[in-house]
């Protein structure tokens, strides 16, 4: 069974960074788009950033410059560096990815770590 664990969340403060990380297991044959999304209280879930198989990044507006999101294809593993953090970032954060799998093309998500910005 295919599932997607991320891990890195956690309490920081205004300026501070964080590495979340997300590792699919399972028996994968491909993993084509990964992605971060996030979603704050009594509000909806947002795309953070994604990265294509090839490599080509996507940032939301709000996160372009403090973000950066990579990949490590071998471990099937996609990673969000966060600098500058800010008290807005503060959400549930999941990562998702489109997968090939004895299922087919699927796209799986996280449980969610959450990440609390605050001094």
């Known amino acids: 069974q295919v599932q997607l664990v991320e891990s890195g969340g956690g309490l920081v403060q205004p300026g501070g960074s964080l590495r979340l990380s997300c590792a699919a297991s399972g028996i994968i044959f491909s993993i084509n788009d990964m992605g971060w999304y996030r979603q704050a209280p009594g509000k909806q879930r947002e795309l953070v950033a994604t990265i294509s198989l090839g490599g080509m990044t996507n940032y939301a507006d709000n996160v372009k410059g403090r973000f950066t999101i990579s990949r490590d294809d071998a471990k099937h593993t996609v990673y969000l560096q966060m600098n500058g953090l800010k008290p807005e970032d503060t959400a549930v954060y999941y990562c998702?990815?489109?997968?090939?799998?004895?299922?087919?093309?699927?796209?799986?998500w996280g449980q969610g770590t959450q990440v609390a910005v605050s001094s």
């Open positions: 998702n990815a489109d997968l090939r799998s004895m299922r087919g093309v699927v796209s799986y």
